[in-house]
């Protein structure tokens, strides 16, 4: 008895899926899914490498980004945090334990109503991101920009929003 034959691992994969899964092969709409997928392991790759550099997991990132873009005092509710990120409520309390720990962000009362705690970022906290959101930016550009005119990626993002279902022009400036 012989082994069974492992697959090439030079094969394409879209050619793996045309031979051993014909019945749902759509040469479009794969490429275009595999596409998303390379871009976003590749985006997860600069991104982290930034991230980490400044020791920050991807969420706590996300958590102390929403708050810098936030009018002064950059302060938000934790309803209205969670609500701008892609996060579980018990998801949330976790990084906001983390990030008041480390002295990135701050929990008060409001006199109004003391079971709600807005979150404000310290101005160490301010200072972190803004270098880990520069190093990230950075990084990022040496890796689209080589490839993609800024008319090439406002055409991409466009396409990106119109699937995502983000409005049109959101986080774009004509």
């Known amino acids: 008895m012989t082994a069974p034959e492992m697959p090439d691992d030079t094969i394409d994969p879209l050619e793996m899926h045309r031979q051993n899964w014909p019945e749902t092969f759509d040469l479009r709409l794969m490429s275009f899914l595999m596409a998303m997928h390379h871009i976003y392991a590749a985006q997860f790759a ?33 309803t ?19 990030l ?10 409001t006199d109004a109503d003391r079971r709600i705690k807005p979150v404000r970022l310290t101005a160490k906290g301010a200072r972190l991101i803004e270098q880990a959101m520069a190093d990230m930016l950075e990084a990022s550009s040496a890796w689209i920009k080589p490839t993609l005119g800024n008319k090439e990626i ?9 699937i995502s279902g983000v409005p049109a022009g959101v986080g774009q400036k004509g």
Request: proline share 4%; hydrophobic share 35%.
């Open 46 to 78: 600069f991104t982290n490498g930034a991230m980490t550099r400044h020791g920050l997991s991807l969420a706590e990132f996300d958590a102390l980004a929403t708050l810098r873009r936030c009018p002064a005092p950059r302060e938000l509710t934790p």
């Open 80 to 98: 209205r945090l969670q609500g701008q990120m892609v996060i579980t409520s018990g998801g949330l309390t976790k990084i906001l334990r983390q």
């Open 100 to 109: 008041e720990g480390r002295g990135l962000v701050v929990r008060s009362t």
């Open 154 to 162: 406002d055409q991409l993002t466009g396409l990106l929003q119109r």
